[in-house]
């Protein structure tokens, strides 16, 4: 085994080969390097590489040789840049912010280095976060490493870019209503958002009461690994859950034998979804039921969650923009400026209103008699970077969180698990959730699938 190899493995591969000697933290992230010199520039997954990463992995290669190995050691990790990493700018993907490095850590940032993983890099996000086409004023666009004339998906668009391209197995991105999905389904990664208060954050972003950060992966095993080293209490995050840190490995390949598995086929709205997206769905039955799984049909009593989650979304980017100096607003991304404005007037009691419809559509989902949950994770296929959307609340709907927004409101784990290629070769997925707080479940079902389809 050589450094050529280190890239095609996934972190618990690469631990296994450090713990073995056939390779060293130091090789992993020589191979991984040079894979993103010759690939990145027409990718362009990275606001920033860090030039810290080659110090850390040393370092890690010295504890393998000591014996002393943590639970990440030497993993090359990413992290998207709407969290902090000290020394690293945290640009949001705008030229209105600080090109300062930060002082200190955010609180997931500090456990991966308690786990021993090598922060290689920040990944490009949206401005933001604002929007699924992977582009910002920044750092330009990002682009499929499926096609590179579609877009990876967004926000955690670099985050997915850096997966589906094998610039290393773990990534963290953070998703307020697909922004991990909504990626992983478009590139064909692994993306799953936790439950809200899992992952611990500091500081919040735009949609604070909705956001969460987790992995994107190449496999289910791998998003399980780097869960398990974030997830925890921390003070810092006031809905950050009471819980010890635990192992999200455990059971995961107990199958689904007796699991009662819903499929929902209106989240709330008439949502759209393509004979590809209904097709990696129906093949996802046909794999469960086959493994013993009871397939039933679920109808929860939702609100819109389209019109719920469209006024919180377009209520916490108008605070976001409201925020940037008169004098630098021109730099912000027209599209954003538009939706800002659109929704910087908005009435106190329409956001009640949305507040009070997320917490009845949470109620419904809560109701359901189910262990889990099938539904398309997107309506299409990844779309061209050049892809004119128009009016941006209609794309919202229509083209990009349609299936994913549901379950930021509710707060429930779901996840986006890559299913094959559709007829243009792009990649097909399907959504996986939850009732709250079962993560493991969520982690469970998609680790059944992903055996199944090799």
């Known amino acids: 085994m050589d450094v050529n190899d280190a890239p095609v493995l996934d972190a618990g591969e690469l631990l296994d080969a450090y713990k073995s000697g056939a390779l060293t933290p130091l090789q992993a992230l020589q191979g991984v390097t040079e894979r993103i010199a010759r690939r990145n ?16 992995a040393r370092e890690s290669t010295a504890r393998w040789q ?39 850590d955010a609180p997931l940032v500090a456990r991966l280095r308690a786990a021993g993983a090598v922060i290689i890099g920040k990944t490009t996000s949206t401005e933001f976060g604002w929007k699924s086409p992977g582009d910002n004023p920044l750092n330009g666009i990002t682009r499929n490493p499926w096609n590179v004339a579609h877009t990876p998906g967004g926000s955690s668009a670099g985050a997915a870019a850096a997966a589906g391209s094998f ?104 949502a759209p979804a393509d004979e590809a997206a209904w097709g990696a769905v129906e093949e996802a039955i046909a794999i469960l039921t086959g493994q013993g799984a009871r397939i039933v049909e679920i109808d929860p009593a939702l609100p819109d969650s389209g019109a719920i989650f469209s006024t919180l979304w377009g209520a916490g980017l108008a605070k976001t923009v409201a925020a940037v100096p008169q004098a630098r607003l021109g730099l ?23 507040e009070a419809g997320r917490v009845e559509a949470a109620h419904a989902m809560a109701m359901l008699e189910v262990d889990a949950i099938l539904c398309p994770a997107v309506p299409h296929g990844a779309p061209p970077v050049d892809a004119a959307y128009g009016d941006a609340v209609e794309a919202l709907l229509q083209h990009w969180a349609s299936w994913t927004m549901l379950f930021s409101l509710t707060r429930q784990p779901a996840l986006s698990l890559p299913m094959g290629v559709d007829a243009a070769g792009l990649p097909t997925s399907v959504q996986i959730a939850a009732p709250l707080y079962r993560d493991d479940v969520v982690l469970r079902v998609a680790r059944a699938v992903e055996v199944a389809l090799g």
């Open 41 to 56: 520039p027409e990718i362009n997954a990275f606001a920033t590489l860090n030039s810290a990463a080659l110090d850390a």
């Open 66 to 104: 000591e014996g002393q190995a943590r639970a990440l050691e030497g993993v090359p990790v990413t992290v998207k840049d709407l969290i902090d990493v000290r020394g690293l700018p945290t640009r949001r993907g705008s030229k209105t912010t600080d090109p300062a490095p930060v002082a200190q």
């Open 167 to 270: 610039f290393g197995p773990l990534h963290v991105g953070t998703d307020g209503g697909g922004s991990i999905r909504i990626p992983a389904a478009w590139s064909g990664v692994v993306g799953l958002k936790p439950s809200f208060g899992r992952v611990p954050q500091w500081k919040l972003g735009a949609f604070g009461p909705l956001a969460v950060a987790g992995p994107i992966t190449r496999s289910v095993r791998d998003a399980a690994l780097l869960l398990s080293a974030l997830a925890g209490f921390e003070k810092a995050d006031p809905f950050s859950l009471p819980e010890p840190a635990r192992d999200f490995g455990a059971g995961l390949e107990d199958g689904v034998k007796g699991l009662r598995i819903g499929i929902l086929r209106r989240p709330g709205f008439d």
């Open 332 to 354: 912000v991304d027209s599209g954003l400026l538009a939706l800002a404005e659109r929704y910087m007037k908005i009435q106190g009691l329409e956001l009640l209103a949305a």
